[in-house]
């Protein structure tokens, strides 16, 4: 897997181009195999940047959206995994998967902290445990998906199945819009 202009690496053989909590799953995850690792610009991390940057469709990058809610008192977060030329239903599909009155966007700060990895980078693999990972049934088809890594100066490659494959992941049909 590669990008134009950009060179690949196994992304088990450089744990320092992902963030530490990124690399503990990966080396726990069989499917780390077929995951690759590419460095780039940290001011291109956001999708529509890199994009621009690199002549990439904007349907090959996969976006980690973070959503929370509570009811009576139980908070419930999730990781919603998107195609970038899409948004993730929050106020029907995730509202109703996380059976809450209202859904809303972490903060960035609390984003950040609790999933130990930067804005901009924020990726579903070594999400905390207690997360749902909600994909939009779309993602697996997506030919080389192209996720944040934890770190902005980089981005994991993989086939859009393989996310399907994650621990914890629940495919679901109209996710996004």
């Known amino acids: 897997m590669s990008l134009p202009g950009l060179t690949s690496l196994s992304a088990l053989d450089r744990p320092d181009l992902v963030a530490p909590r990124v690399a503990a799953a990966l080396a726990a995850w069989p499917g780390a195999a077929g995951v690759a690792v590419v460095e780039i610009d940290p001011d291109l991390a956001d999708t529509a940047a890199m994009s621009a940057a690199y002549d990439l469709p904007l349907d090959a990058g996969v976006n980690c959206v973070l959503?929370?809610?509570?009811?009576?008192?139980?908070?419930?977060?999730?990781?919603?995994?998107?195609?970038?030329?899409?948004?993730?239903?929050?106020?029907?599909?995730v509202k109703r998967l996380l059976d809450v009155r209202k859904p809303s966007f972490l903060p960035?700060?609390?984003?950040?902290?609790?999933?130990?990895?930067?804005?901009?980078?924020?990726?579903?693999?070594?999400?905390?445990?207690?997360?749902?990972?909600?994909?939009?049934?779309?993602?697996?088809?997506?030919?080389?998906?192209?996720?944040?890594?934890?770190?902005?100066?980089?981005?994991?490659?993989?086939?859009?199945?393989?996310?399907?494959?994650?621990?914890?992941a629940e495919v679901v049909e109209g996710l996004a819009g």
């Open 67 to 93: 959503v929370a809610g509570k009811r009576e008192g139980d908070e419930r977060v999730a990781a919603c995994l998107v195609r970038a030329d899409t948004r993730a239903d929050v106020n029907h599909t």
């Open 108 to 168: 960035m700060e609390r984003a950040v902290t609790e999933s130990e990895m930067e804005y901009g980078g924020i990726t579903p693999v070594g999400l905390p445990e207690t997360w749902r990972l909600l994909v939009d049934a779309r993602v697996p088809d997506v030919e080389v998906a192209i996720i944040g890594s934890g770190v902005r100066r980089s981005k994991l490659l993989l086939p859009g199945s393989l996310l399907a494959d994650l621990p914890r």
